[in-house]
């Protein structure tokens, strides 16, 4: 029996028209509604004019859900690198905004499945958007506050925004009323967007860090090394990529020929230094490669070991560890790791003896030359009490001053 209800206002105007049928069969009917709600999520309302308002509210609750999925796992994932990288993170964002809006506009001509996805998409993208803007908008305020007037700079800010959005709505205004056609539509679109990300990719270049993170310590350290000479932060940032790989090592400006973590396990050390049960994963240092390691870095506040095979540096930190230490350690494992390198130890395998002797040479080289290099860091305009090393949750660990055994 088919059944149409009609939903009037009291002038008597048509307001909605429910349609459907009713007929016997058992449960039927029940699968019907399931497969009409389905089907309903899926018929959108963005481009579809015969959708329902449950339809579209369906897809707000889902692009909703998605966004704040997106955020959780965003923030918990890659919330300690929104610092040390807030440049990236702050192109990123425009990045994905503009992303999101162009996907915005390509839903309508999309069949009704894509159309789901493309839309969460965009939504789970101006998501990922907030959380790296407004991170990274934090830490890039904190930087230009120099005299502590971070709220006066943020009000600035907010006027300042105000007074771009309400130019862009009027010269939006005008560029609406000469575009007409889907073509020009679209070449405007994309120029705008170009524009856009030109501009904000000028403006995150022009932006001088003075702390150390994992690619400025490469270029910086790497220099003074091999040139004695102190890079200015202005010199560096006219040389650094925006977008750089997590952990990879660089001389200079070369390649990138290794890669390291920081912030590692004692665990995750002791597994780079001597092999694991391929059945249990139990590892048994027999050589008592730990305890001689741990000896080599009594006097540090880190244990530091490269993996010549795997070219693979790894830092643990011990409890307490300060941000110079910190870099200390960095630089130790990038200079290691390119004495590895250019010794060819990277292809051929070095045994534990070796790369031993290597890490111990260059640990007492350093040692001899970090106070002059702290000091003239520091005088260049360099930020060492700054800990921007680690993108990602990082464990400390706890060593016996008596004993040769340790625990996390």
């Known amino acids: 029996m088919d059944v149409q209800i009609e939903e009037r206002d009291e002038a008597g105007n048509l307001m909605a028209t429910?349609?459907?049928?009713?007929?016997?069969?058992?449960?039927?009917?029940?699968?019907?509604?399931?497969?009409?709600?389905?089907?309903?999520?899926?018929?959108?309302?963005?481009?579809?004019?015969?959708?329902?308002?449950?339809?579209?509210?369906?897809?707000?609750?889902?692009?909703?859900?998605?966004?704040?999925?997106?955020?959780?796992?965003?923030?918990?994932?890659?919330?300690?690198?929104?610092?040390?990288?807030?440049?990236?993170?702050?192109?990123?964002?425009?990045?994905?905004?503009?992303?999101?809006?162009?996907l915005d506009c390509l839903s309508p001509a999309l069949p009704r499945g894509p159309r789901v996805l493309l839309l969460s998409s965009s939504s789970m993208l101006r998501a990922l958007c907030g959380v790296a803007a407004g991170s990274s908008k934090a830490s890039l305020s904190a930087h230009f506050a120099k005299w502590g007037n971070l709220g006066e700079l943020n009000a600035k800010d907010s006027s300042q925004e105000t007074v771009i959005s309400l130019l862009g709505m009027l010269a939006g205004s005008?560029?609406?009323?000469?575009?007409?056609?889907?073509?020009?539509?679209?070449?405007c679109l994309v120029?705008?967007?170009?524009?856009?990300?030109?501009?904000?990719?000028?403006?995150?270049?022009?932006?001088?860090m003075h702390s150390l993170n994992r690619q400025r310590a490469n270029l910086v350290t790497s220099t003074l090394i091999d040139q004695d000479r102190i890079m200015s932060p202005q010199e560096v940032s006219m040389q650094?990529?925006?977008?750089?790989?997590?952990?990879?090592?660089?001389?200079?400006?070369?390649?990138?020929?290794?890669?390291?973590?920081?912030g590692l396990s004692l665990r995750e050390l002791l597994a780079s230094l001597a092999p694991a049960h391929e059945r249990t994963g139990s590892i048994r240092d027999t050589e008592a490669r730990l305890t001689r390691l741990?000896?080599?870095?009594?006097?540090?506040?880190?244990?530091?070991?490269?993996?010549?095979?795997?070219?693979?540096?790894?830092?643990?930190?011990?409890?307490?560890?300060?941000?110079?230490?910190?870099?200390?350690?960095w630089v130790l494992v990038l200079w290691t790791a390119h004495r590895h390198h250019a010794a060819g130890?990277?292809?051929?395998?070095?045994?534990?003896?070796?790369s031993l002797e290597v890490h111990r040479r260059t640990?007492?080289?350093?040692?001899?030359?970090?106070?002059?290099?702290?000091?003239?860091l520091r005088s260049a305009g360099w930020d060492l009490d700054i800990a921007s090393l680690e993108t990602r949750p990082g464990s400390r660990v706890r060593l016996p001053a008596r004993t040769g055994s340790s625990r996390q």
């Not at 919330?79 to 905004?97: H, I, Q, W």
């Not at 741990?294 to 643990?316: C, K, M, N, S």
Request: hydrophobic residues 45%.
């Open 18 to 102: 429910y349609a459907g049928s009713s007929e016997k069969g058992g449960s039927g009917g029940r699968w019907d509604v399931i497969a009409g709600m389905l089907t309903g999520i899926l018929g959108v309302g963005v481009g579809d004019a015969s959708a329902s308002p449950t339809t579209a509210l369906l897809l707000s609750i889902l692009q909703e859900s998605t966004g704040r999925i997106a955020t959780i796992v965003f923030a918990d994932r890659l919330g300690t690198s929104l610092e040390p990288e807030c440049k990236m993170y702050r192109l990123a964002a425009d990045v994905f905004n503009d992303s999101a809006m162009l």
């Open 174 to 187: 005008v560029v609406v009323s000469y575009v007409s056609s889907p073509i020009s539509t679209w070449t």
């Open 191 to 208: 120029l705008l967007l170009s524009i856009h990300l030109a501009m904000n990719r000028a403006a995150v270049r022009a932006v001088t």
């Open 240 to 262: 650094e990529r925006i977008f750089e790989w997590d952990g990879v090592l660089r001389w200079r400006s070369s390649s990138p020929f290794a890669a390291a973590r920081i």
């Open 294 to 329: 741990i000896r080599l870095y009594g006097q540090e506040e880190f244990l530091v070991w490269y993996d010549a095979p795997e070219r693979l540096g790894h830092i643990t930190l011990k409890e307490g560890a300060a941000a110079e230490s910190q870099l200390k350690a």
């Open 345 to 354: 130890a990277d292809a051929t395998g070095a045994v534990f003896e070796t």
């Open 363 to 376: 640990l007492q080289e350093l040692s001899s030359r970090w106070s002059d290099y702290s000091s003239r």
